[in-house]
Every structure is written in C-alpha cells, then in structure tokens.
T-cell receptor, first 114, second 111 residues
Framework: KQEVTQIPAALSVPEGENLVLNCSFTDSAIYNLQWFRQDPGKGLTSLLLIQSSQREQTSGRLNASLDKSSGRSTLYIAASQPGDSATYLCAGGPMADSWGKLQFGAGTQVVVTP | DAGVIQSPRHEVTEMGQEVTLRCKPISGHNSLFWYRQTMMRGLELLIYFNNNVPIDDSGMPEDRFSAKMPNASFSTLKIQPSEPRDSAVYFC?????????FGQGTRLTVV
C-alpha cells in the first residue's frame, strides 16, 4: 500500500522567505502527484498536478517537482506572503484508470508571519 | 462551473440517527470519490464511482455506511445508525482527467 509522508509537519517563516515543502512516497509506481491547499474549515484547493511523464509543474510563485526514482516531490513557494498560511497536502494517484483515487500525506501546516 | 457542491455543510445528529450527505459533482466529470478526514487518520478514501457505478468500496468502514450514485449529477453517502466515532469531515471529489476537484466538505458531529 502506498504511504505518503510529508516533512515538516509544521513550518513558520517570516514574510518574503521561500518555502520548501517535502513529500515522499513508498511506491514508485505512483502515476501522478497532486498538491493541494487547505484553509481551516475549508475544502481542498488543487494547486499543481504533476503527471507521470512530467518532472515539474509551475504556477505563478509555485513550483512542484517529482522524482519517481527517489520517491520524492517538493513544493516550492517563492517569496511567501501571509496569505500563503494554510495546510499543504500532497497526494499520489496509483494508476491511470483511477484518477482521484489518491493516497494523502498528513500535510504541512504553514504559517507566514508579517 | 460552481465546482463540486456538497450539502449540508454542517450536520449535528444524535447517536443512532440516520445521516445522509449529498454531493453534486462538476458537470461532465465521470468519476466521483467520497473521502473522510479526521485528525487521527487524515484523509481516507471511502468509495469511488466511475460512470455512476461503484468501483471500489474497500474503504467503507462498516456496513453502516452506504453510498449511491443514481445519476451523473448526484451522489449520497448514508450512515445508519450513526455513532460518535463517525464524527469527521466528509469530502466529495470528482474527476474527468487526472486532476481531482474537491467540494467544501460536510462537517459531521455525532453526539
């Protein structure tokens, strides 16, 4: 069974600093990897999706990489802002015919202080 | 599109009562997923449907839980009878391709 681990569990940084969030998975048969943001009491917002054939994806200040051989994905958030404070979750999808059947990490809780 | 819509947003019920959670997936999406989030176990997949057909219900914790998808635009998750340990946030998600889109969740409290 795929296990997904996120380190660190919590992170507090001053505004303007770059954020590096790590996600590791045990099964390299992962098909795609998706990063989500969750605000307190809210749903999950999809940030970036890295498909099996890709190594990274970028959206604005966000960049996510995927290294299947080492079982790792990293989410970079450049020039952090207080509005980036949230919990960030990574999730791996096992196969192409069950997109959405995701194995989630426990999340990294991020606080960006002004 | 309004995204995945779940109702109710909050539900408080007494132990032993029947609870029904509802989900409307994004129009055109052909797969629907029910997840549960708790502090102890994080996000867990309960069941998913492809083209309205249940494919994998191995995550459903007990026979007290059941899910249906009578058509492409509606799904329900029912708990009967409910127990305090069922208290959690229940999410519905839908996909058409590799990206999953989640609803705002239903926070269920069983007292």
């Amino acid at each position: 069974k795929q296990e997904v681990t996120q380190i660190p569990a919590a992170l507090s940084v001053p505004e303007g600093e770059n954020l590096v969030l790590n996600c590791s998975f045990t099964d390299s048969a992962i098909y795609n990897l998706q990063w989500f943001r969750q605000d307190p009491g809210k749903g999950l917002t999809s940030l970036l999706l890295i498909q099996s054939s890709q190594r990274e994806q970028t959206s604005g200040r966000l960049n996510a990489s995927l290294d299947k051989s080492s079982g790792r994905s990293t989410l970079y958030i450049a020039a952090s802002q207080p509005g980036d404070s949230a919990t960030y979750l990574c999730a791996g999808g096992p196969m192409a015919d069950s997109w959405g059947k995701l194995q989630f990490g426990a999340g990294t809780q991020v606080v960006v202080t002004p | 599109d309004a995204g995945v819509i779940q109702s109710p947003r909050h539900e408080v019920t007494e132990m032993g009562q029947e609870v029904t959670l509802r989900c409307k997936p994004i129009s055109g999406h052909n797969s629907l997923f029910w997840y549960r989030q708790t502090m102890m176990r994080g996000l867990e997949l309960l069941i998913y449907f492809n083209n309205n057909v249940p494919i994998d219900d191995s995550g459903m914790p007990e026979d007290r839980f059941s899910a249906k998808m009578p058509n492409a635009s509606f799904s329900t998750l029912k708990i009967q009878p409910s127990e305090p340990r069922d208290s959690a946030v229940y999410f519905c998600a839908s996909t058409f391709g590799p990206e999953a889109f989640f609803g705002q969740g239903t926070r269920l409290t069983v007292v």
